[in-house]
């Protein structure tokens, strides 16, 4: 609905932006009345309101009714007439037959009774959503659980309305569409002819100028025209008088009525050679007169009528509208003085072109057209399909010639004659119209004759598809090969692979399908090898590409393969997985072999470990229990050949291709910094960073190993969850004690908490592994020192370092250069002392390896000796966690904070 109701308003903007500036009306085309039409009432309603608004601003006249002008698709513009708006637009009304969709939506006001009913009730439930009723023949609709209800010629929005008075729809909103759908076959037969005599579609009237034929009647108010030559010389032009008689000078009265033409011009012709010696005579007609005749009985506008003087009764029926479909086509009576004068079969008009019957009307006469004879239907496989009106013993080979004969796909063997019987029942009638016996049945009324097409299977015929140049059906013949259907790879796209075809074989409709392969390749090598199969009829040959697979087009096949599999005949499949190109579910082809699953698969993968593979098998143990059994397969002597090893495979085995060890790993690690070649190094499984360091040339001489950085993806991975966590962990603490922020203390707290939450969510895992120098030395081994590289590692070896800095809650966060004998005190005296928010018993200090150490007066790390302070070194000052409550943690989130901006500061000197 929202769809449609878009719709109506871009067709509305549409008329309106189409709509000269000065206008006050729309002009409408034929096309955009047909899309008006063409939308919801609803939606229809809301274009006609724009319209509407759009012409009461410009000026036209207010009111319900504002006009709208069309323009005729024949007419100019200038020539359109102006039509009230809503005369435009033909609702669509219920027709007997008509298809209907009704949706029913629960109403969402429902009290929970109602609900509860409307849930529990199978009926009212079974009518919810969308459903599709046909009307009958008196336009009535069945409802399940209603009683019928009648609908012709109502609109949509009147139908909807009829449906909310029944009490069992009360529930449900209703939605109304009137489907606008065409009948075909039986129901779409119309009696034929009919609208040859139709005002909509031309005019049978004759000429009223031109040469009159010879056998005219003249009566009163003809106009002859009459010249003299010879003697005298003169032309006259007189009019039949009322009493039919015509004075001509020097001639005489003479009495015409009655007469025809030609029998006048003689008669003239001889009285001027006896009256008028050396003087002759030239007749023609001039006007003609009109005349009044009766059209009367089965028409669409009996009544009297006024036609020309050379009108016949074809151009009577015509001035009468037609003959109505109750009116008879081939048995129009022409009457004459109450005496019966012609009969008229427009049959004869219509297939025969014969107008002989066609006769000319006199003044008084009258056309009479009696209801219709018995009819019959012609359906199906015929050029003309329509509903036929009989004359007398009517065969059904003589129906079938009026409905113009068979087409050139009818079945004639199948003709079947649908028949009301002396019972009142319906069957049907065979009648074979090659058999002229049969085809001289004579039809009865009401009957239908059903001429069936012939089937639309091709026979003798094999079907070429898939990646190919020209796919289709083509002649098969006996003993026909794959290379004679495909007799060149130039017939074949570019992509293909020619490894595999698969050939669909159904020998007879409904026997179970066979699923062939071939290796095309191998059979355009050598057309006479195993691969060149033998065609049959009905085969549909496949070809597949390099890109797309193979499963789109074997689905359907094993679809179909397992609906005929049985418990004598097994699902005829087989499966390769693993290191082959294209993987997957095969069809079982008979004499199917490991190599023959292979080259289904599309051949080995470049990594696929040839020397074996296993191949799954299972069987039914006494046929209660589906067991597996494990076949191991040397893969390498089946890609040699050898008989032996390639097996022969049953229903659902099972082939799997692994892949050689450590394929995939080519491992690389990146050196920066003081390395004498840095870059990217490749390297093997197990590979030492010493290795490595080895084989780039070891460290400058301006290295600092103390402070070098080894960053690693999974520990950064590592951290990064740990930091989420901790991050949840403040967050609901901080959650909790802003429940108990009353004073002053709770709310720094808060305040504090928040400030490093802030920081934590932003903070940038690093993924560093702290290295010592001892690792660069030689006896790393024997301290079980040596570090194993993995994927992505990467190694940054900075410059020697001169400067010890200081962060955290110092006066001021600054480096220092590096002074022999300085302690760790006297750097943070270096840098203004500490805050008063710092924990002087817990700070620390992180080597430029990255360690964490402290002296023996910190309660985080442990005691020991006092701290001797080195080049590289950062002290950190943490911040005095017990003044913000009871949150102990949170020194642990500062001390992350601290050693991560430590990490990624080194990072960042390498320009990271």
């Keep these: 609905m929202r769809r449609s109701g878009f719709a109506a308003l871009v067709l509305a903007a549409g008329l309106l932006l189409s709509a000269p500036a000065s206008a006050q009306s729309i002009q409408l085309t034929p096309q955009q009345r047909q899309m008006l039409n063409s939308?919801?009432?609803?939606?229809?309603?809301?274009?006609?309101?724009?319209?509407?608004?759009?012409?009461?601003?410009?000026?036209?006249?207010?009111?319900?009714?504002?006009?709208?002008?069309?323009?005729?698709?024949?007419?100019?513009?200038?020539?359109?007439?102006i039509e009230p708006l809503d005369e435009l637009f033909e609702e669509p009304k219920a027709q007997p037959g008509s298809n209907i969709v009704v949706t029913l939506t629960a109403r969402d006001d429902l009290s929970s009774a109602e609900?509860?009913?409307l849930r529990t009730d199978p009926v009212l439930s079974g009518l919810q959503g969308n459903s599709v009723f046909a009307l009958d023949s008196n336009g009535v609709m069945t409802l399940a659980g209603l009683q019928q209800i009648p609908l012709l010629g109502l609109s949509e929005s009147d139908i909807a309305m009829r449906l909310s008075a029944e009490p069992l729809l009360e529930f449900f909103y209703i939605d109304?569409?009137?489907?606008?759908?065409?009948?075909?076959?039986?129901?779409?037969?119309?009696?034929?002819?009919?609208?040859?005599?139709?005002?909509?579609?031309?005019?049978?009237?004759?000429?009223?100028?031109?040469p009159v034929p010879p056998d005219y009647v003249l009566g009163p108010g003809d106009s002859i025209r009459v010249q003299l030559f010879g003697n005298v010389n003169d032309v006259y032009e007189f009019e039949v008088s009322r009493d039919g008689v015509l004075s001509l000078p020097e001639v005489g009265p003479m009495t015409v009525a009655g007469v025809s033409f030609a029998e006048f011009r003689k008669d003239l012709s001889e009285r001027v050679q006896e009256t008028l010696i050396g003087t002759q005579v030239s007749v023609s007609m001039g006007p003609l007169r009109t005349i009044r005749v009766f059209v009367l009985g089965d028409v669409i506008r009996p009544g009297s009528y006024v036609i020309g003087g050379l009108a016949t009764i074809s151009s009577a029926l015509y001035q009468s509208g037609g003959i109505s479909k109750v009116g008879s086509l081939r048995n129009v009576q022409h009457k004459r003085n109450g005496r019966m004068v012609g009969n008229l079969d427009l049959y004869d008009l219509l297939l025969a072109g014969d107008n002989s019957a066609d006769s000319r009307l006199q003044p008084g006469d009258v056309i009479f057209v009696p209801p219709v004879g018995p009819t019959a239907g012609v359906s199906g496989a015929v050029r003309r399909p329509a509903i036929y009106e009989m004359k007398g013993p009517t065969s059904a080979a003589e129906l079938i010639a009026m409905a113009g004969g068979l087409a050139p796909d009818a079945f004639g063997e199948g003709v079947q004659v649908e028949r009301i019987g002396d019972d009142r029942a319906r069957r049907m009638l065979a009648v074979d119209m090659t058999d002229p016996k049969k085809a001289a049945t004579l039809a009865r009324a009401g009957d239908v004759v059903l001429v069936p097409q012939v089937l639309p299977d091709l026979t003798d015929s094999v079907t070429l598809a898939g990646h190919v140049q020209r796919p289709g059906p083509y002649q098969w013949f006996p003993g026909m090969q794959l290379t004679d259907l495909i007799s060149s790879p130039l017939q074949l796209k570019p992509g293909v692979d020619d490894g595999y075809v698969v050939v669909r074989r159904e020998r007879t409709r409904g026997e179970p399908i066979q699923v062939l392969s071939a290796d095309l390749a191998a059979a355009l090598r050598d057309p006479?090898?195993?691969?060149?199969?033998?065609?049959?009829?009905?085969?549909?040959?496949?070809?597949?590409?390099?890109?797309?697979?193979?499963?789109?087009?074997?689905?359907?096949?094993?679809?179909?393969?397992?609906?005929?599999?049985?418990?004598?005949?097994?699902?005829?499949?087989?499966?390769?997985?693993?290191?082959?190109?294209?993987?997957?579910?095969?069809?079982?082809?008979?004499?199917?072999?490991?190599?023959?699953?292979?080259?289904?698969?599309?051949?080995?993968?470049?990594?696929?470990?040839?020397?074996?593979?296993?191949?799954?098998?299972?069987?039914?143990?006494?046929?209660?229990?589906?067991q597996a059994e494990v076949v191991n397969v040397n893969l390498e002597q089946v890609l040699?050949?050898?008989?032996?090893?390639?097996?022969?495979?049953?229903?659902?085995?099972?082939?799997?291709?692994?892949?050689?060890?450590?394929?995939?790993?080519?491992?690389?690690?990146?050196?920066?910094?003081?390395?004498?070649?840095?870059?990217?190094?490749?390297?093997?499984?197990?590979?030492?960073?010493?290795?490595?360091?080895?084989?780039?040339?070891?460290?400058?001489?301006?290295?600092?190993?103390?402070?070098?950085?080894?960053?690693?993806?999974?520990?950064?991975?590592?951290?990064?969850?740990?930091?989420?966590?901790?991050?949840?962990?403040?967050?609901?603490?901080?959650?909790?004690?802003?429940?108990?922020?009353?004073?002053?203390?709770?709310?720094?707290?808060?305040?504090?908490?928040?400030?490093?939450?802030?920081?934590?969510?932003?903070?940038?895992?690093?993924?560093?592994?702290?290295?010592?120098?001892?690792?660069?030395?030689?006896?790393?081994?024997?301290?079980?020192?040596?570090?194993?590289?993995?994927?992505?590692?990467?190694?940054?070896?900075?410059?020697?370092?001169?400067?010890?800095?200081?962060?955290?809650?110092?006066?001021?966060?600054?480096?220092?250069?590096?002074?022999?004998?300085?302690?760790?005190?006297?750097?943070?005296?270096?840098?203004?002392?500490?805050?008063?928010?710092?924990?002087?018993?817990?700070?620390?200090?992180v080597r430029a390896s990255g360690a964490v150490v402290a002296d023996k007066r910190s309660r985080w790390l442990g005691s020991g000796k006092k701290l001797d302070i080195q080049p590289g070194d950062t002290i950190v000052v943490p911040l005095e966690t017990d003044r913000v409550r009871s949150l102990t943690f949170w020194g642990s989130v500062t001390q992350i904070l601290y050693q991560g901006a430590i990490a990624i500061a080194a990072v960042q000197t390498f320009g990271d």
Excluded: C
């Design 176 to 210: 109304v569409r009137l489907l606008d759908t065409k009948p075909t076959g039986r129901a779409a037969l119309q009696p034929f002819g009919y609208e040859v005599l139709s005002t909509t579609e031309g005019s049978l009237d004759p000429p009223q100028s031109g």
């Design 115 to 117: 609900a509860d009913t």
């Design 640 to 845: 040699r050949g050898q008989l032996d090893a390639d097996l022969l495979l049953l229903p659902h085995d099972h082939l799997s291709i692994t892949r050689i060890a450590e394929w995939e790993t080519t491992w690389s690690v990146s050196l920066d910094g003081e390395i004498r070649f840095p870059g990217e190094y490749k390297i093997r499984r197990g590979e030492t960073l010493h290795s490595v360091l080895e084989r780039a040339g070891g460290l400058t001489d301006a290295a600092f190993p103390e402070g070098a950085v080894f960053l690693r993806e999974s520990l950064r991975e590592r951290e990064r969850e740990q930091v989420e966590v901790l991050a949840r962990r403040l967050e609901a603490d901080l959650a909790s004690q802003s429940l108990a922020a009353i004073d002053t203390t709770g709310s720094e707290t808060l305040a504090t908490g928040q400030a490093l939450l802030e920081q934590l969510r932003n903070y940038k895992p690093v993924g560093r592994l702290v290295l010592s120098v001892e690792h660069f030395t030689e006896n790393r081994r024997s301290a079980g020192l040596e570090v194993e590289l993995r994927d992505g590692d990467r190694l940054l070896v900075p410059q020697r370092s001169q400067v010890v800095t200081v962060i955290g809650e110092a006066q001021q966060n600054t480096s220092h250069l590096y002074q022999n004998g300085l302690s760790r005190d006297d750097y943070i005296e270096l840098s203004g002392g500490l805050t008063r928010r710092a924990d002087k018993k817990l700070i620390y200090v």
């Design 528 to 626: 006479s090898g195993d691969e060149n199969l033998v065609l049959g009829a009905r085969d549909t040959v496949h070809v597949f590409d390099m890109s797309n697979g193979r499963q789109r087009v074997l689905t359907p096949l094993l679809e179909e393969l397992s609906q005929q599999a049985t418990f004598e005949l097994p699902f005829q499949k087989v499966e390769v997985v693993g290191n082959v190109r294209a993987p997957g579910v095969y069809p079982l082809e008979p004499g199917m072999r490991i190599s023959d699953l292979l080259r289904a698969g599309g051949a080995l993968l470049e990594e696929a470990y040839a020397l074996g593979a296993e191949l799954t098998r299972y069987s039914v143990d006494g046929g209660s229990v589906r």
């Design 39 to 81: 939308l919801p009432p609803a939606q229809r309603q809301q274009a006609l309101e724009a319209i509407r608004q759009f012409e009461a601003q410009n000026g036209q006249v207010s009111g319900d009714q504002p006009s709208i002008r069309e323009i005729p698709a024949e007419a100019d513009t200038a020539d359109s007439v």
